[in-house]
Structure formats: structure tokens, C-alpha cells
């Protein structure tokens, strides 16, 4: 049984993981298979997702200190908690193994963005929101597209002065 010192580095360490990140998810994984488990660890870590089963308590006390209110009762059967930088990437992966895999027991308990706690609802809905990089292409989309428009628009002018130049062009081979 681990002593008082050894429980406070655990808490200090799970602090420090929800410091430093944006996107945390803790789902119930009873049911999974030991190939399962190792296929989500895969791809997980492929995303950057750092994947752990924590006990409740060090993970309430930990909250706790970094002030996330509302976790506890989320906090109750097996737990593991995926942290993550991007606020997306757990919740994505998460939800897409879900999806492939079926089991009936695994199940996405909470959430937390950037310090506000979720629900499975949120979760789930944070896991449709598209990649970061196809937000950033449908900006650069709509901020492209008045620029395309503008010189089109432009380009009217001396397009139609081409045209009627291939007009004289043409009645003069005629004459000829």
C-alpha cells in the first residue's frame, strides 16, 4: 500500500497533467479486451493523448487543488482520463473507438475544457467539432474567397477589351 508521500507525488503529477492541459476526458473502460485496451493506447498516443487509469480520490483531489469544481460525481467506478494539449483530440479518438469497437460497457463519463467540466453529451459533441487544421482551411477559405471575387471582377474589363480586339481582328481578316 502506497504511503502518504507516495499518494501526494500521485496527486502532484495528475495536478500538473491538468495544468497543463486543455482537453481532458475520463471514461469507464470495463469490458475492453487486453487487445483492445493496447489499440486505443495506440492510437491515443498517435494523437498525443496521454492515457491513464487513475484512482478516483487522487484524481478528486487533485481537481480539487486546481480548482475544477464539479468532477466528483463523475468520479465513481473505474476510471481512466485521457489528457491532452488539444482540447479535441482526446474526445475525438475516444469517440471514434467507441464507435468501431461497441462494447457496451466502455463509456465516456465527463470532460473537461479548458477548466470547465462537460458531460457526456459535451464530450461527444466536442468529438464532432471538424480538425483544427480544416477550421483553419475553412478561414482561409472565406478570407480567400472576396479576394477571388474582387479580381475576377476585375479582370472583367480586360477580358471583354480581348474579346472585341479578336472582333477587329476577325472583320479585318475579312476585308483582306
Known amino acids: 500500500m502506497p504511503n502518504i508521500e507516495e499518494k501526494a507525488l500521485v496527486v502532484a503529477e495528475i495536478k500538473e497533467k491538468f495544468q497543463n492541459s486543455t482537453g481532458v476526458v475520463l471514461a469507464d473502460y470495463r469490458g475492453l479486451t487486453v487487445a483492445q485496451v493496447t489499440q486505443l493506447r495506440a492510437q491515443l498516443r498517435e494523437a498525443g493523448v496521454d492515457y491513464r487509469v487513475l484512482k478516483n480520490t487522487m484524481v478528486r483531489r487533485a481537481a480539487h487543488e486546481v480548482g475544477i469544481e464539479g468532477l466528483d460525481g463523475y468520479l465513481e467506478g473505474p476510471t481512466a482520463v485521457a489528457f491532452s494539449a488539444d482540447p479535441v483530440a482526446p474526445a475525438k479518438v475516444l469517440a ?5 469497437t461497441k462494447v457496451k460497457t466502455f463509456a ?3 470532460g473537461v475544457v479548458e477548466g470547465k ?6 464530450v461527444k459533441a466536442l468529438a464532432e467539432l471538424p480538425s483544427r487544421e480544416v477550421l483553419l482551411a475553412q478561414v482561409l477559405r472565406g478570407m480567400q474567397a472576396p479576394l477571388v471575387g474582387m479580381a475576377n471582377v476585375l479582370q472583367g474589363p480586360i477580358r471583354k477589351m480581348g474579346y472585341a480586339l479578336e472582333e477587329v481582328r476577325k472583320l479585318k481578316e475579312a476585308q483582306a
Open 96 to 100: 471514434e473507438f467507441l464507435k468501431a
Open 108 to 110: 465516456i463519463k465527463a
Open 117 to 122: 467540466v462537460i458531460d457526456e453529451a459535451g
